[in-house]
């Protein structure tokens, strides 16, 4: 089973900021099968990026995903109220898992 | 629009088996490129993915749980059933139903509100 691991686990920036977001696979993943999620309190997780890179539908071009291979990275160029949430990462390979999550809170 | 609804006890008791459905509207289960996972996550903590079922009816499941879960499909009424046998309070959760596409070329890209279990004597 693939292992996928987050840094941080928490992350403090101001309305504005950059985030800077890892996702680090225990094997190769194939850049075909690496996912971002976003989940705020209380709701379920929404897609916001698939094949590493491609955007999903409806979300801001804020969010950009890159990486191949074992290091997978979830930037955020400006850092907006509602993007204070916690960013899961999401493999699949012969079986699917999800990374520990990074929270991104306010400083 | 297509739209996931999980349904299901909201309290077990220790030992019990947790029949869980998840209702899809707006698209049809037999299309044959549409999948479905069930995920849970435990209070405060991260999501762990547990089954999923493909458009040809292949079934994965989380290996550690693999003995306990059973995950199939019903295209007439659109419902794809998760079971989990021997219920344990570790096992209180909140589940989620999601969409997967194309053998997650996509991610799960649509996902129900989920249904919280409690499991508890």
Redo the contacts between chains.
Sequence with gaps: ?IVLTQSPGTLSLSPGERATLSCRASQSVSS??L?W?Q?KPGQ????L???ASNR??GIPDRFSGRGSGTDFTLTISGLEPEDFAIY?C?Q?GS???????TKVDIK | QVTLKESGPVLVKPTETLTLTCTVSGLSLSNGRMGV?W?RQPPGK????LA?IFPNDEK?Y??SLKRRLAISKDTSKSQVVLTMTNMDPVDTATY?CARVPL???????V????TTVTVSS
């Design positions: 089973e075909s099968y996912a999620y989940q379920a997780p929404r897609l990026i698939y094949g999903a539908t899961y999401q699949y079986s699917v898992t999800f990374g520990p999550g | 996972s995920i991260a999501l762990e993915w999923h994965s989380r290996t989620y053998r997650f070329l996509y991610g799960m890209d996902w129900g509100q989920g």
